[in-house]
């Protein structure tokens, strides 16, 4: 980077003390399809509206919910190939990790790894912040956490949040329905009800993806058919 | 006499498991081949309270090796906020050893501690980084052959600390005191859930 014409950084401060970049990223965030995340007593579940340009495209191909490691999984809102950046860089700095320790990354570590790297984008030469926030949802031996980190680098634990189109009432919504001693179960039809405030048109089990993480320590994404069956427990 | 860099310095270092507790011993002496020039070495370093390291092998990667975990240990509790597990440390060693495969450090370290549970761990690797997990001893030094030999005839199944702690002095002055690069001394730690206990042994200053 020291050798380009663009060895300055980019994302420079406005007068009033703002990074206008990370506020435009914020912006690109806030127009993606809206996820969201809870996080149960037992568990940590993590969904999104997966929005098709078209019905000619294979759904099936299209997937926001990742697997970080064994554990820990992400969505994300915002744009697709920037969130495949940092899910290829999470997902190395799990595996160094285990690597070393042989042990899976604690959650709070590979979130903070992850926001790290966002900050650099913030404050490197000739690059933009990423235009994604994430949802980084595992169970450690601390125990079930969700994480959203923003383009600017920040980083929140959540017992339930959500963001991209939909996220302020999605978030009024959660606020009433949230509760600490919600198990999993409860959560996923939480979660389902939360999308289908603001959902346009009819949900089904193609256009919407489940991912969650148990006591088990083991994340996953549902099935369609899985997802249809909770479709059908929450009508 | 220094047919290998292992031995220059000489030295070696015991391990034995027990009931809820290990014991982890080693020599004193420091020479150069045949000169002895110390005797009071440490060669066995206390990670926490439930996880002690020992090193043999040539003194000058003994040191560095330990300061360099010492850097990293302080850097995992930072961040971790929390004591390194015997099994993530273990693996830590043999990771730093095997980043140096072709050019490495001349030690064979062994891990010894509890677990969260209170159950022994024992590791010895060798140069490399290849680990030897052991529910009864491991070894490691010069006399690690007649460490095998003596620790073999001596040991049992749930030893209490103090039969483990009789068993593993007499493993080690038997094996010592039949090499000439060991000897000149020895330490033996008791690692318990109450924690760890530190006791010089009366050998042959020879």
Sequence with gaps: MGDSDYSFSLTTFSPSG????????????????????????????????????????ESHTLEKISFLSDTTGMVYSGMGPDSRVLLRKARKFAQTYYQTYKEPMPVVQLVRETAFVMQ????????????????????????????????????????????????????????????????????????????KEGFEGQITEYNIEIGQVTDNQKFKVLTPLEVKDYLGEVE | ?????????????????????????????????????????????????????????????????????????????LREEREIKPSSFSNMVASTLYSRRFSPYFVE??????????????????????????????????????????????????????????????????AVDRDCLSGWGAVVHMITLDGIETRLLKARMD
């Design chain 1, 18 to 57: 703002k990074l206008v970049q990370i506020e435009y990223a914020l912006n690109a965030v806030a127009a993606g399809a809206t996820s969201l995340g809870i996080r149960a007593k037992n568990g940590v579940v993590i969904a999104t509206e997966k929005r098709m340009p078209s019905i000619l495209m």
């Design chain 1, 120 to 195: 650099e984008f913030t404050q490197s030469g000739g690059v933009r912040p990423f235009g994604v926030s994430l949802l980084i949802a595992g169970y450690d031996e601390q125990g079930p956490h969700l994480y959203q980190v923003d383009p600017s680098g920040s980083f929140f634990a959540w017992k339930a949040s959500a963001i991209g189109k939909n996220m302020v009432n999605a978030k009024t919504f959660l606020e009433k329905r949230y509760s600490d001693d919600m198990e999993i179960e409860d959560a996923i039809h939480t979660a389902i009800l939360t999308l």
């Design chain 2, 1 to 77: 006499m220094g047919d290998s860099i292992l031995t220059y310095n000489g030295g070696c270092v015991l391990a034995m498991a027990g009931h809820n507790c290990v014991a982890i011993a080693a020599d004193r002496r420091f020479g150069v081949q045949q000169t002895t020039i110390g005797t009071d070495t440490t060669r066995i370093f206390k990670i926490n309270d439930r996880l002690m390291l020992g090193l043999t092998g040539l003194r000058t990667d003994v040191t560095t090796l330990y300061n360099r975990f010492v850097q990293r240990l302080n850097l995992y509790r």
């Design chain 2, 109 to 174: 370290p062994v891990v010894a501690g509890l677990t969260e549970k209170g159950e022994p761990y024992l590791c010895a690797q060798d140069l490399l980084g290849a680990p030897l997990f052991a529910n009864d001893f491991v070894v490691s030094g010069t006399c690690a052959e007649s460490l095998y030999g003596t620790s073999e005839t001596f040991w049992k199944p749930d030893l209490s600390p103090a039969e483990l702690f009789e068993v593993t002095s007499q493993s080690l002055l038997a």
